[in-house]
């Protein structure tokens, strides 16, 4: 396995008329927890497309995309080495697909599951085990429909969980949940991070990353702004500089706020 889960060489994408990226470079390795930051507008949608092979880049002879070193991958081989939650994903769910079907659709990197699929028992102990995990095992024979906002977040990180995969991209994890939601949602992506898992955070939100997350990137129009270790990157300066607005940040207990300045 390659020491990096991403690596992005002089990528540029053209969406439309319109150059969303001109000679992106960054990497993430493998262990180096990793969030992505930057307002509405910044390119944060595409690079998830990039990554999941919704998107290509435009040819060049030193363009490259790897992930896990391979610059070629089979969609479905790779949704088994990287793990996707989003906002997205959740809305596409039928409204009464059962919560354990949200889970074990996560093998076949399908929206719900379909009466042709079958399951070994070593699979469906492991969803099973999954919902145990983030504690949502009432949730099993819930419709999906009838669970809090929260509660459909957890079921749709199992479903990214449920294949042990070695990545997970999380993009805007804790939008839509309330308080309590919010922490305990992170508080579960902590614990990952802490088990090995490699966390990929895209994200608009700085109070989403927690003290596991080690490096960051920040995201302005395509660009890079800056880029390093969190400590160094996410200050009052450079928040001020992507945000456009004079900003003050604050540090607690390993997590970043911010205020107007």
């Known amino acids: 396995m390659s020491e990096s889960v991403l690596k992005l060489e002089n990528i540029s994408v053209v969406r439309g008329n319109k150059k969303i990226f001109s000679g992106l470079s960054f990497d993430v390795p493998v262990g180096g927890n990793t969030a992505i930051l930057g307002p509405n507008g910044a390119g944060k949608s595409t690079l998830l497309k990039l990554i999941t092979r919704e998107v290509y880049p435009l040819a060049g002879a030193k363009s490259a995309i790897s992930i896990f070193g391979e610059k070629s991958w089979d969609v479905r081989e790779l ?5 996707i939650v989003s906002a997205d994903l959740q809305k596409m769910f039928p409204p009464d697909t059962r919560g354990i079907d949200v889970v074990r659709s996560g093998f076949f990197g399908t929206i719900g599951m379909r009466r042709s699929m079958r399951l070994s028992e070593r699979r469906r102990e492991a969803a099973r085990e999954v ?7 009432k949730l099993a024979a819930r419709e999906f429909a009838t669970c809090s906002t929260g509660e459909q977040r957890r079921l749709i990180l199992g479903r990214a969980l449920v294949s042990s995969p070695k990545a997970l991209i999380l993009d805007e994890p804790t939008s839509g949940l309330d308080l309590r939601s919010a922490i305990m949602y992170v508080e579960s992506l902590r614990e990952l991070m802490r088990a090995g898992t490699t966390v990929i955070l895209v994200t608009h939100n700085i109070a989403e990353i927690p003290p596991e997350i080690g490096r960051v990137v920040l995201l302005d129009e395509g660009k890079i702004l800056a880029r390093g270790e969190s400590v160094e990157i996410l200050t009052s300066e450079n928040l001020s500089r992507l945000f456009k607005i004079p900003l003050a940040v604050s540090r607690s207990r390993g997590f970043f706020s911010v205020v107007p300045a």
């Not at 949704?79 to 793990?83: A, D, H, M, N, P």
């Not at 919902?131 to 095992?137: H, I, K, M, N, S």
């Open 79 to 83: 949704r088994t080495l990287i793990g």
């Open 131 to 137: 919902l145990a995990r983030l504690g949502v095992e």
